[in-house]
């Protein structure tokens, strides 16, 4: 996951701070850090530390798979961590003086234990922490304790999950508060980059480009949110005001998110009509503004501190506002009064989000008064997926078809290389050839490739400090202090800046080492280096050479997914328009599909940037497919508020053929994507026609209403929310047509 500051320029540097030291990262790594030294200061003060050193590698084993989840699911997680680990270092230990057998053994395992992944993130967390006990178990130590070392490492990863669930017992909705105030920051640095979209002379792809993977990031934290709130047990039943206000708080985030996606505008036709003006360099302010506010309130909610001044995005609306209004009273004309609709409902927009951010900043309080307010939970199950432990899985996976499959023989023949290449030309610390390919070679050549670079150059980095570090300062307090500060940011930035993080356990490696052998460190620091270029030279072969699986081959799975969450989407939201509205719950579950095969296909797609240029046919089109699906989800969402805020005042019968014709032309882009034949239809407007003639003639009316000097009346008031609904039924019927006419030339008859 990818920090936020990323996505945008000029970033605030002391609220970047604010972010890290308030947030979850940075707690994990104190935690993981304290759970791996306490126990080693310990033994270190009896001089045991030579002779149990496997107890503090036990537990900093287990703290890798400590990941973020509800409490059963990580105590689970971790005993399973926990007897894996025993088990693997007790097969390896007995078998490592045998090559041959030993060799086997690693293909079999790896194979395994990537094989797992089929189960989710924490099963693949799990497997990884085991090949890496695997891996270090095959360094034969001059005085052979097997079994005592394996109960050592069971100790110290059961030390570790008390330490877990007691801390957790102490503050259990800490790591929430973290969640759910990263993913209220991340939806402010999406509306400041909406924000570029008013900017004179911008280039609308580039502006997708930089939301595409912030859309991503929001998805994957409000899935991790859905998991610590929908699938604890009994949290959506506590009784507490702050378990309470915690689901309320991020129920409301996400329909938050909804109102910043329909924001969605025609901003082309706005340019055109202000385009020379002040008018939208006004709205680019205020939007920033209101992306800052809610910065501001996703640290209180992180941090649980409060804010330190009084918001100015109140203010800042009413002087928009005012000046909307005079702009309006000043510059309208038959020819820019539909881009004055537009502005308004911009605004109107803007004002709900500042309403619901007063909302988040109450809730963030956590007063009785504020809970007592509160209605009862809502029935959440229909919102998470669920991972059964089911070994039919595991064998429907074992085929060709199945990246994870083809994944798990990469990383098994990997393995089996590396070892022999480490008997064939042993170094003093070979196993960091095994050691390298475990964590960097993933299932996507993407994230494989740029674990490769940045793993080499954290390396590197991590070498020439420790160098320094240990050619200047000789005392042991010193070097014990920068040891710890190095686990600290190892482990903190292990799931946001690898390259960080690497350069960090690095170097603490290397000091640890230091400390058993004071004299060898350039030895060391050499056997890091070859070992580390050994294992990226390995895995970044093996992942272009052996059953490579590219991401071009696979995007049309995701692109249905989401071209059918759009149509089932869409079906829900202009129904209202013509007939019954959607239940409220359905009308969540449907967004809730959409924006997750949203997220889907902007990973695939970014991951799909990253890999050799000639495994890509048609790059531009396939850019431009994934902006258009952006778009045409953004503006489903548009038409879903209004569908909740006008329909019932909005109902009319040309409605229904205007959404029977774009559903038609959703199916025909699905069926394209399916391999079966698809006729193209036929003139599209004859079906809006009516609902254009009904726009037209408020127009007129309101036109005469201007030149007589009405401000105000009944007509305008239609005509806006006609205007509006009309508007976003035809630019969903344009960006479909695209659509379909892209996939038409990406896979001809």
């Not at 033994?43 to 002779?51: A, G, I, Q, S």
């Not at 949110?225 to 378990?243: I, Q, Y």
């Not at 959409?594 to 000639?614: C, G, I, M, W």
């Not at 726009?695 to 006609?722: A, H, T, Y």
Request: net charge neutral; with cysteine.
């Amino acid at each position: 996951m990818q920090p936020i500051a990323e996505f945008f320029s000029g970033r605030n540097y002391i609220n970047e701070f604010k972010k890290f030291i308030t947030g979850q990262y940075l707690t994990k790594g104190l935690r993981i850090t304290f759970g791996a030294l306490l126990p080693a200061i310990i033994l270190y003060k009896y001089n045991l530390l030579n002779t149990a050193i496997a107890l503090p590698l036990g537990a900093l084993m287990v703290s890798l798979a400590d990941s973020p989840g509800p409490i059963h699911h990580r105590r689970n997680g971790m005993l399973i961590s926990n007897g894996i680990n025993f088990l693997v270092a007790v097969i390896i230990g007995f078998t490592r003086h045998y090559p041959w057998l030993l060799a086997i053994e690693l293909t079999v395992l790896s194979f395994f234990l990537s094989l797992v992944s089929v189960y989710g993130n924490r099963a693949s967390a799990i497997g990884l922490i085991a090949m890496i006990v695997m891996v270090i178990s095959i360094d034969v130590h001059a005085e052979e304790r097997i079994l005592q070392d394996a109960l050592f490492m069971l100790g110290g990863g059961i030390w570790y999950m008390l330490l877990s669930l007691l801390l957790y017992s102490l503050r259990p909705y800490k790591l929430i508060q973290q969640a759910l105030g990263e993913c209220i920051i991340t939806t402010g640095a999406y509306i400041k980059v909406k924000a570029r979209l008013y900017e004179k002379d911008v280039r609308y792809s580039d502006v997708y480009d930089e939301l595409l993977p912030i859309q991503v990031a929001i998805h994957s934290q409000q899935e991790q949110l859905r998991e610590m709130l929908f699938r604890a047990r009994g949290f959506t039943r506590e009784s507490t005001a702050k378990g309470r206000i915690l689901l309320m708080m991020f129920l409301d985030s996400v329909d938050l998110f909804e109102h910043v996606m329909t924001s969605q505008q025609s901003h082309a036709l706005l340019h055109e009509d202000f385009g020379g003006g002040e008018l939208l360099e006004r709205f680019r302010l205020l939007i920033i503004e209101t992306g800052n506010e809610l910065e501001k309130i996703g640290l209180v909610v992180q941090s649980g501190f409060p804010l330190s001044r009084k918001s100015e995005l109140d203010d800042l609306i009413r002087e928009t506002e005012a000046f909307f209004v005079a702009y309006h009273d000043n510059h309208i004309s038959q020819g820019n009064i539909e881009g004055f609709i537009s502005l308004r409902h911009v605004l109107n927009s803007i004002k709900e989000i500042a309403h619901r951010l007063k909302k988040l900043y109450r809730y963030s309080t956590y007063s009785r008064e504020v809970s007592s307010e509160l209605k009862s939970e809502p029935d959440v199950s229909g919102f998470v997926s669920r991972q059964e432990l089911d070994f039919k899985l595991m064998m429907e996976n074992i085929t060709l078809d199945s990246n994870v499959f083809r994944h798990s023989l990469r990383v098994s023949l990997c393995i089996l290389t590396g070892y022999l290449i480490a008997q064939l030309f042993p170094f003093g610390h070979s196993y960091w050839i095994l050691l390298t390919v475990v964590t960097i070679l993933k299932p996507a050549y993407s994230i494989s490739k740029q674990r490769n670079t940045q793993r080499l150059t954290g390396t590197l980095i991590g070498v020439g400090v420790g160098f320094l570090l240990l050619y200047f300062f000789h005392a042991e307090s010193v070097l014990f202090a920068c040891m710890a500060i190095s686990m600290i940011i190892g482990y903190s930035f292990l799931q946001i800046r690898y390259m960080i993080s690497v350069a960090g356990i690095t170097l603490y490696v290397l000091i640890s080492f230091h400390f058993f052998h004071t004299e060898d460190f350039r030895g060391l620091a050499q056997d890091r280096i070859i070992d580390t270029v050994i294992g990226s030279a390995l895995a970044f072969i093996s992942t272009i050479l052996f059953l490579p699986k590219w991401e071009y081959e696979q995007i049309d799975e995701p692109l249905k997914k989401l071209m059918t969450a759009n149509l089932n989407y869409f079906r829900v939201v202009a129904r209202a328009f013509y007939g019954a509205a959607a239940d409220t719950m359905e009308y969540k579950s449907l967004r809730k599909n959409t924006y997750v095969a949203l997220a889907n296909l902007s990973d695939a797609f970014q991951r799909l940037l990253s890999e050799p240029k000639n495994k890509t046919p048609h790059p531009e089109l396939l850019h431009q497919l994934v902006v258009s699906n952006h778009m045409l989800s953004s503006h489903i969402a548009s038409l879903g508020v209004y569908s909740q805020l006008l329909a019932p005042a909005y109902h009319f019968p040309a409605f229904k053929p205007a959404a029977n014709a774009v559903e038609n032309k959703m199916q025909a882009a699905i069926d394209i994507l399916s391999g079966r034949i698809c006729e193209a239809s036929g003139n599209p407007d004859e079906h809006f026609a009516t609902m254009r003639d009904r726009v037209q003639d408020l127009l007129n009316q309101r036109l005469d209403e201007i030149s007589l000097g009405v401000e105000k009346s009944d007509v305008r008031k239609k005509l806006s929310g006609f205007k509006t609904i009309t508007d976003q039924f035809e630019i969903i019927n344009t960006i479909t047509a695209d659509i379909t006419n892209i996939l038409r030339k990406m896979k001809p008859v």
